[in-house]
Protein backbone atom coordinates (compact mmCIF):
# COMPACT_ATOMS: atom_id res chain seq x y z
CA UNK A 1 0.00 0.00 0.00
CA UNK A 2 2.92 2.50 0.68
CA UNK A 3 4.81 1.84 -2.74
CA UNK A 4 0.77 2.26 -4.62
CA UNK A 5 0.51 5.41 -1.99
CA UNK A 6 3.81 6.46 -3.44
CA UNK A 7 2.92 5.81 -7.02
CA UNK A 8 -0.46 7.66 -6.93
CA UNK A 9 1.43 10.85 -5.69
CA UNK A 10 3.89 10.84 -8.13
CA UNK A 11 1.51 10.62 -10.85
CA UNK A 12 -0.92 12.89 -9.26
CA UNK A 13 2.42 15.65 -9.27
CA UNK A 14 3.27 14.73 -12.87
CA UNK A 15 -0.34 14.97 -14.00
CA UNK A 16 -0.65 18.38 -12.59
CA UNK A 17 2.94 19.54 -13.67
CA UNK A 18 1.72 18.52 -17.36
CA UNK A 19 -1.40 20.57 -17.11
CA UNK A 20 0.55 23.30 -15.91
CA UNK A 21 2.99 23.07 -18.50
CA UNK A 22 -0.10 22.96 -21.27
CA UNK A 23 -1.01 26.42 -19.50
CA UNK A 24 1.74 28.12 -21.00
CA UNK A 25 3.43 28.32 -24.49
CA UNK A 26 3.98 24.36 -24.48
CA UNK A 27 2.59 20.88 -24.38
CA UNK A 28 2.74 17.50 -22.96
CA UNK A 29 1.55 14.99 -24.41
CA UNK A 30 0.84 10.80 -23.42
CA UNK A 31 0.59 8.09 -26.21
CA UNK A 32 1.28 4.91 -26.41
CA UNK A 33 0.83 1.38 -28.22
CA UNK A 34 -0.46 -1.94 -26.97
CA UNK A 35 -0.41 -5.11 -29.14
CA UNK A 36 -1.05 -9.19 -28.12
CA UNK A 37 -2.43 -12.20 -29.19
CA UNK A 38 -1.85 -16.15 -29.78
CA UNK A 39 1.25 -17.56 -32.62
CA UNK A 40 1.37 -21.16 -33.39
CA UNK A 41 5.06 -21.80 -34.32
CA UNK A 42 5.57 -25.23 -36.26
CA UNK A 43 8.67 -26.41 -35.09
CA UNK A 44 10.61 -24.88 -32.12
CA UNK A 45 13.68 -26.72 -31.16
CA UNK A 46 12.02 -29.85 -32.83
CA UNK A 47 8.37 -29.33 -31.40
CA UNK A 48 5.36 -27.11 -32.30
CA UNK A 49 4.49 -24.69 -29.65
CA UNK A 50 1.17 -22.72 -29.27
CA UNK A 51 1.98 -19.23 -27.07
CA UNK A 52 0.61 -16.00 -26.10
CA UNK A 53 2.79 -13.22 -27.64
CA UNK A 54 2.53 -9.93 -27.53
CA UNK A 55 4.66 -6.66 -28.90
CA UNK A 56 4.80 -8.22 -32.35
CA UNK A 57 2.99 -5.93 -34.85
CA UNK A 58 4.39 -2.99 -33.05
CA UNK A 59 6.60 -2.60 -29.66
CA UNK A 60 4.41 -1.91 -26.72
CA UNK A 61 5.11 1.21 -25.92
CA UNK A 62 4.04 4.40 -23.12
CA UNK A 63 5.38 7.30 -23.90
CA UNK A 64 5.89 11.22 -23.40
CA UNK A 65 6.75 13.97 -24.80
CA UNK A 66 6.61 17.67 -25.13
CA UNK A 67 6.89 20.53 -27.10
CA UNK A 68 7.72 24.29 -26.03
CA UNK A 69 7.76 27.34 -27.97
CA UNK A 70 10.02 29.17 -27.76
CA UNK A 71 9.40 31.89 -30.56
CA UNK A 72 10.84 32.31 -33.97
CA UNK A 73 10.44 28.90 -35.18
CA UNK A 74 12.45 27.01 -32.50
CA UNK A 75 11.01 24.93 -29.85
CA UNK A 76 12.40 22.95 -27.20
CA UNK A 77 11.59 18.94 -27.97
CA UNK A 78 11.85 15.93 -25.63
CA UNK A 79 10.71 12.21 -26.06
CA UNK A 80 10.74 9.14 -23.31
CA UNK A 81 9.55 5.79 -23.95
CA UNK A 82 9.26 2.71 -22.12
CA UNK A 83 8.56 -0.69 -24.00
CA UNK A 84 7.19 -3.55 -21.80
CA UNK A 85 5.24 -6.95 -22.47
CA UNK A 86 2.07 -6.66 -22.17
CA UNK A 87 1.55 -10.67 -20.76
CA UNK A 88 3.99 -9.80 -17.67
CA UNK A 89 3.68 -5.81 -17.17
CA UNK A 90 7.56 -6.11 -17.68
CA UNK A 91 10.24 -3.81 -18.99
CA UNK A 92 11.78 -4.89 -22.41
CA UNK A 93 13.63 -5.69 -23.92
CA UNK A 94 15.26 -7.32 -20.39
CA UNK A 95 18.39 -5.31 -18.86
CA UNK A 96 17.57 -2.04 -20.27
CA UNK A 97 16.10 0.92 -18.25
CA UNK A 98 12.14 2.60 -17.74
CA UNK A 99 13.18 4.50 -20.84
CA UNK A 100 15.30 2.20 -22.88
CA UNK A 101 13.40 2.64 -25.95
CA UNK A 102 14.18 6.69 -26.43
CA UNK A 103 14.85 9.52 -24.20
CA UNK A 104 16.05 12.15 -25.38
CA UNK A 105 15.98 16.29 -25.03
CA UNK A 106 16.73 18.73 -28.06
CA UNK A 107 15.93 21.54 -29.67
CA UNK A 108 14.21 21.90 -32.80
CA UNK A 109 14.00 24.69 -35.54
CA UNK A 110 11.55 25.29 -38.73
CA UNK A 111 14.76 26.84 -40.71
CA UNK A 112 17.93 25.06 -39.15
CA UNK A 113 16.56 21.87 -38.06
CA UNK A 114 16.77 19.58 -34.79
CA UNK A 115 19.44 18.36 -32.24
CA UNK A 116 19.07 16.04 -29.82
CA UNK A 117 20.61 14.50 -26.83
CA UNK A 118 20.24 11.42 -25.01
CA UNK A 119 19.45 7.52 -26.37
CA UNK A 120 17.76 7.74 -29.52
CA UNK A 121 16.98 6.03 -32.73
CA UNK A 122 20.38 6.01 -35.67
CA UNK A 123 19.63 6.18 -38.73
CA UNK A 124 18.80 2.97 -39.99
CA UNK A 125 15.86 3.15 -37.99
CA UNK A 126 15.17 7.26 -38.88
CA UNK A 127 15.98 6.82 -42.15
CA UNK A 128 14.91 3.54 -43.48
CA UNK A 129 12.15 1.60 -41.10
CA UNK A 130 10.38 5.37 -40.84
CA UNK A 131 10.34 6.39 -44.79
CA UNK A 132 8.28 3.21 -45.18
CA UNK A 133 10.84 0.94 -47.14
CA UNK A 134 11.02 -2.10 -45.10
CA UNK A 135 7.45 -4.09 -44.94
CA UNK A 136 7.80 -4.86 -41.66
CA UNK A 137 5.75 -1.96 -40.77
CA UNK A 138 2.70 -2.86 -42.28
CA UNK A 139 3.35 -6.94 -43.15
CA UNK A 140 4.28 -9.37 -39.82
CA UNK A 141 5.92 -7.01 -37.88
CA UNK A 142 8.63 -8.09 -35.34
CA UNK A 143 8.14 -11.58 -36.88
CA UNK A 144 9.10 -9.68 -40.82
CA UNK A 145 12.64 -8.26 -39.76
CA UNK A 146 15.63 -10.12 -40.14
CA UNK A 147 16.58 -13.48 -38.95
CA UNK A 148 17.55 -16.97 -40.11
CA UNK A 149 20.56 -19.64 -40.23
CA UNK A 150 23.53 -16.98 -39.28
CA UNK A 151 24.13 -17.66 -35.72
CA UNK A 152 27.69 -17.86 -36.40
CA UNK A 153 27.99 -13.70 -37.02
CA UNK A 154 27.78 -13.33 -32.85
CA UNK A 155 26.92 -9.95 -32.87
CA UNK A 156 27.81 -8.74 -29.17
CA UNK A 157 24.41 -7.88 -28.67
CA UNK A 158 22.42 -8.16 -24.83
CA UNK A 159 20.95 -10.59 -23.77
CA UNK A 160 22.97 -13.04 -26.09
CA UNK A 161 20.06 -14.68 -27.23
CA UNK A 162 20.16 -11.45 -29.91
CA UNK A 163 23.64 -12.40 -31.30
CA UNK A 164 22.40 -12.54 -34.92
CA UNK A 165 18.62 -11.09 -34.18
CA UNK A 166 17.95 -7.82 -35.87
CA UNK A 167 21.02 -7.90 -37.36
CA UNK A 168 20.62 -4.97 -39.45
CA UNK A 169 19.28 -2.69 -36.48
CA UNK A 170 15.67 -1.55 -38.05
CA UNK A 171 13.67 -2.67 -35.22
CA UNK A 172 14.55 -0.38 -33.01
CA UNK A 173 18.25 -0.54 -31.62
CA UNK A 174 19.07 2.49 -29.74
CA UNK A 175 22.29 4.56 -29.22
CA UNK A 176 23.24 5.43 -25.89
CA UNK A 177 24.80 9.07 -25.06
CA UNK A 178 24.61 10.27 -28.48
CA UNK A 179 23.59 13.58 -30.56
CA UNK A 180 21.87 13.70 -33.00
CA UNK A 181 21.21 16.39 -36.45
CA UNK A 182 18.29 16.00 -38.50
CA UNK A 183 17.81 18.84 -41.43
CA UNK A 184 14.75 20.31 -42.30
CA UNK A 185 13.72 19.21 -46.06
CA UNK A 186 14.93 20.72 -48.92
CA UNK A 187 13.49 20.38 -52.17
CA UNK A 188 12.24 16.95 -50.81
CA UNK A 189 16.17 16.41 -49.17
CA UNK A 190 16.82 15.45 -45.80
CA UNK A 191 19.91 14.55 -44.34
CA UNK A 192 21.11 13.54 -40.79
CA UNK A 193 23.98 12.64 -38.74
CA UNK A 194 24.62 10.84 -35.13
CA UNK A 195 27.02 10.40 -33.09
CA UNK A 196 27.52 8.32 -29.82
CA UNK A 197 30.17 8.75 -27.14
CA UNK A 198 32.43 5.82 -26.04
CA UNK A 199 33.01 7.71 -22.80
CA UNK A 200 36.25 5.75 -22.31
CA UNK A 201 39.22 7.91 -20.98
CA UNK A 202 41.97 8.70 -23.32
CA UNK A 203 40.93 7.11 -26.03
CA UNK A 204 38.45 8.97 -27.79
CA UNK A 205 36.41 6.88 -30.57
CA UNK A 206 37.12 3.82 -28.41
CA UNK A 207 33.30 2.03 -28.25
CA UNK A 208 31.70 5.00 -30.08
CA UNK A 209 29.05 5.06 -32.64
CA UNK A 210 28.61 6.53 -36.20
CA UNK A 211 25.33 6.70 -38.12
CA UNK A 212 23.80 9.04 -41.19
CA UNK A 213 21.14 9.08 -42.96
CA UNK A 214 20.14 10.62 -46.92
CA UNK A 215 16.14 10.77 -48.02
CA UNK A 216 14.32 11.79 -50.66
CA UNK A 217 10.56 12.66 -51.00
CA UNK A 218 8.56 13.93 -53.49
CA UNK A 219 4.75 13.07 -53.50
CA UNK A 220 4.00 9.61 -53.29
CA UNK A 221 7.47 8.48 -54.15
CA UNK A 222 10.54 8.40 -51.40
CA UNK A 223 13.93 6.94 -51.35
CA UNK A 224 16.43 6.31 -48.29
CA UNK A 225 19.85 5.49 -47.43
CA UNK A 226 21.92 4.91 -44.14
CA UNK A 227 25.06 4.06 -42.81
CA UNK A 228 25.98 2.49 -38.96
CA UNK A 229 28.80 1.99 -37.29
CA UNK A 230 29.09 0.64 -33.82
CA UNK A 231 32.04 -0.52 -31.86
CA UNK A 232 31.42 -2.76 -28.77
CA UNK A 233 33.69 -2.54 -25.87
CA UNK A 234 34.42 -6.01 -25.12
CA UNK A 235 35.95 -7.19 -21.64
CA UNK A 236 39.53 -8.23 -21.57
CA UNK A 237 39.57 -8.23 -25.62
CA UNK A 238 39.58 -5.88 -28.26
CA UNK A 239 36.33 -4.03 -29.08
CA UNK A 240 33.94 -5.46 -31.82
CA UNK A 241 33.07 -3.50 -35.31
CA UNK A 242 29.30 -4.04 -36.56
CA UNK A 243 29.01 -2.14 -39.74
CA UNK A 244 24.93 -1.61 -41.52
CA UNK A 245 24.62 -0.26 -44.46
CA UNK A 246 21.57 0.10 -46.06
CA UNK A 247 18.57 1.71 -49.39
CA UNK A 248 15.23 1.56 -49.66
CA UNK A 249 12.07 3.02 -52.00
CA UNK A 250 8.66 3.10 -51.54
CA UNK A 251 6.37 4.14 -54.21
CA UNK A 252 2.14 4.90 -52.99
CA UNK A 253 -0.53 4.47 -55.78
CA UNK A 254 -3.26 5.37 -53.69
CA UNK A 255 -4.65 2.43 -52.50
CA UNK A 256 -1.78 -0.13 -53.59
CA UNK A 257 1.60 0.47 -52.19
CA UNK A 258 4.74 -0.87 -52.44
CA UNK A 259 8.26 -0.58 -50.71
CA UNK A 260 11.74 -2.37 -51.51
CA UNK A 261 14.94 -3.03 -49.01
CA UNK A 262 18.23 -3.61 -48.91
CA UNK A 263 20.07 -3.91 -45.77
CA UNK A 264 23.81 -5.52 -44.52
CA UNK A 265 25.89 -6.30 -41.79
CA UNK A 266 29.90 -7.33 -41.62
CA UNK A 267 31.01 -8.07 -37.68
CA UNK A 268 34.42 -6.63 -38.34
CA UNK A 269 35.77 -9.10 -35.36
CA UNK A 270 35.24 -12.39 -37.23
CA UNK A 271 34.70 -10.95 -41.05
CA UNK A 272 30.89 -12.55 -40.98
CA UNK A 273 28.43 -10.53 -43.28
CA UNK A 274 25.01 -11.20 -44.37
CA UNK A 275 23.01 -9.30 -47.22
CA UNK A 276 19.35 -9.10 -47.58
CA UNK A 277 16.90 -7.80 -50.33
CA UNK A 278 12.94 -7.81 -49.79
CA UNK A 279 9.83 -6.51 -51.57
CA UNK A 280 6.77 -6.09 -50.15
CA UNK A 281 2.95 -4.22 -51.13
CA UNK A 282 -0.32 -3.73 -49.15
CA UNK A 283 -3.47 -3.46 -50.78
CA UNK A 284 -6.40 -1.37 -49.11
CA UNK A 285 -9.63 -3.21 -50.42
CA UNK A 286 -11.76 -0.38 -48.29
CA UNK A 287 -11.66 1.83 -45.06
CA UNK A 288 -11.11 -1.29 -42.95
CA UNK A 289 -9.41 -4.18 -44.91
CA UNK A 290 -6.00 -4.31 -46.20
CA UNK A 291 -3.71 -7.44 -47.20
CA UNK A 292 -0.04 -7.07 -47.01
CA UNK A 293 2.56 -9.59 -48.64
CA UNK A 294 6.38 -9.44 -48.98
CA UNK A 295 9.36 -11.88 -49.60
CA UNK A 296 12.47 -11.80 -48.68
CA UNK A 297 16.45 -13.38 -49.29
CA UNK A 298 18.70 -13.61 -47.18
CA UNK A 299 22.67 -14.30 -47.85
CA UNK A 300 25.71 -14.95 -45.39
CA UNK A 301 28.99 -15.18 -47.21
CA UNK A 302 31.40 -18.36 -46.58
CA UNK A 303 31.96 -17.32 -42.78
CA UNK A 304 28.76 -18.22 -41.85
CA UNK A 305 28.82 -21.84 -44.26
CA UNK A 306 27.21 -19.65 -47.37
CA UNK A 307 24.04 -20.06 -45.56
CA UNK A 308 20.59 -18.43 -46.77
CA UNK A 309 17.32 -18.37 -46.63
CA UNK A 310 13.88 -17.57 -48.32
CA UNK A 311 11.03 -16.28 -46.25
CA UNK A 312 7.15 -15.31 -47.14
CA UNK A 313 4.72 -13.19 -45.28
CA UNK A 314 1.93 -12.35 -45.17
CA UNK A 315 -1.01 -10.28 -43.23
CA UNK A 316 -4.87 -9.19 -43.33
CA UNK A 317 -6.04 -6.41 -41.24
CA UNK A 318 -9.18 -5.47 -39.86
CA UNK A 319 -9.45 -1.86 -38.89
CA UNK A 320 -12.25 -1.56 -36.16
CA UNK A 321 -11.36 2.11 -35.72
CA UNK A 322 -8.83 5.03 -36.34
CA UNK A 323 -7.01 3.66 -33.34
CA UNK A 324 -7.81 0.10 -33.04
CA UNK A 325 -7.64 -3.23 -35.60
CA UNK A 326 -7.12 -7.32 -35.57
CA UNK A 327 -5.40 -8.97 -37.59
CA UNK A 328 -3.92 -12.96 -39.16
CA UNK A 329 -0.65 -13.19 -40.14
CA UNK A 330 1.62 -16.25 -40.90
CA UNK A 331 5.33 -16.46 -42.13
CA UNK A 332 7.34 -19.01 -43.77
CA UNK A 333 11.04 -19.55 -43.69
CA UNK A 334 12.82 -22.25 -45.67
CA UNK A 335 16.65 -22.46 -45.21
CA UNK A 336 19.45 -24.24 -47.63
CA UNK A 337 19.89 -28.08 -46.69
CA UNK A 338 21.69 -28.68 -43.82
CA UNK A 339 20.83 -25.11 -42.17
CA UNK A 340 18.13 -24.47 -39.42
CA UNK A 341 15.36 -22.07 -39.91
CA UNK A 342 14.51 -19.22 -37.40
CA UNK A 343 12.20 -16.36 -37.90
CA UNK A 344 12.37 -13.13 -36.04
CA UNK A 345 10.93 -12.90 -32.92
CA UNK A 346 11.23 -16.28 -32.03
CA UNK A 347 12.50 -15.75 -28.58
CA UNK A 348 11.48 -19.48 -27.13
CA UNK A 349 14.54 -21.26 -25.50
CA UNK A 350 15.78 -23.37 -28.09
CA UNK A 351 13.67 -21.81 -30.69
CA UNK A 352 15.09 -22.78 -33.80
CA UNK A 353 13.90 -25.21 -36.03
CA UNK A 354 15.02 -28.29 -36.28
CA UNK A 355 14.87 -28.53 -40.12
CA UNK A 356 15.01 -25.93 -42.76
CA UNK A 357 11.15 -25.31 -42.60
CA UNK A 358 9.68 -22.86 -39.86
CA UNK A 359 6.05 -22.01 -40.10
CA UNK A 360 3.97 -19.61 -38.24
CA UNK A 361 0.55 -18.48 -37.40
CA UNK A 362 -0.68 -15.75 -35.72
CA UNK A 363 -3.83 -13.76 -34.58
CA UNK A 364 -3.82 -10.41 -32.25
CA UNK A 365 -5.41 -6.92 -31.61
CA UNK A 366 -3.65 -3.57 -31.40
CA UNK A 367 -4.54 -0.47 -30.37
CA UNK A 368 -2.71 3.10 -29.94
CA UNK A 369 -3.76 5.74 -27.72
Known sequence: MRNLARWSTALTIFAMAAQAYADTSGSVTLYGVMDAGVTYISNSGGHGNLKFDDGIMSPNMLGIKGDEDLGGGTHAVFDLVNQFAVGTGAIQPPGKGIFGRNAWVGLADDRYGSI???????????????????????VGGLYNFRAGPFQKIALPYNPPYAGQFDWDRMSGETVTNSVKYQSPSLNGFRVGVLYGFGGVPGAFGSGDTISAGLNFDRGPFGVAAAYTEVKYLQAGGPQVGVRNWGVGAHYDFGQFSTSALITTVRNTANGGAIAQGE?????????????????????????????????????????????????????????????QALISGVLDVNGTSSSPNQFLGRVGIETRF
Open 116 to 138: KLGNQYDFMVDSLFFSRTDAAMT
Open 279 to 339: IGATYLFNPAVQLGIDYMYMKGNGYLDNNHAHQVSAALDYFLSKRTFVYAAAVYQRTNSGA
